[in-house]
């Protein structure tokens, strides 16, 4: 079983920066692959960047700019580290982790989810 907690998150400014962090218990970040998704009110979830077992990571194309993950040397936690925050980027924030290497954006192929911390920019 794999418990993921996440932290961070909170009100911002806009171009102000934030870093999530997502703690992990039961695997670790070498032995599970991890992701970054987000939901804002009316609008579907969907990811903001992942991380391999090996540390590949991935972006979609709107995210590549502004958002960067990462893990710590023992990699029992995952970052995201958020720069030049827009309200757009107001949210809910999510940790996902997948047994497989799997780290693409399909939601349905990580197993287990944080509970989430909402990110707020201001404008």
């Known amino acids: 079983q794999v418990q993921l907690v996440e932290s961070g998150g909170g009100l911002v400014q806009a171009g102000g920066s934030l870093r999530l962090s997502c703690a992990a218990s039961g695997r670790t970040f070498g032995q599970i692959a991890g992701a970054w998704f987000r939901q804002a009110p009316g609008k579907d979830r969907e990811i903001v960047a992942s991380i391999s077992r090996a540390g590949r990571t991935y972006y979609p194309d709107s995210k590549k700019d502004r958002f960067t993950v990462s893990r710590d040397y023992a990699v029992t936690t995952m970052y995201l580290q958020m720069t030049n925050l827009r309200p757009e980027d107001t949210a809910q924030y999510y940790c996902?982790?997948?047994?497989?290497?799997?780290?693409?954006?399909?939601?349905?192929?990580?197993?287990?989810w944080g509970q989430g911390t909402q990110v707020t920019v201001s404008s």
């Open positions: 996902a982790a997948a047994l497989g290497d799997y780290f693409g954006p399909t939601e349905s192929r990580y197993d287990y």
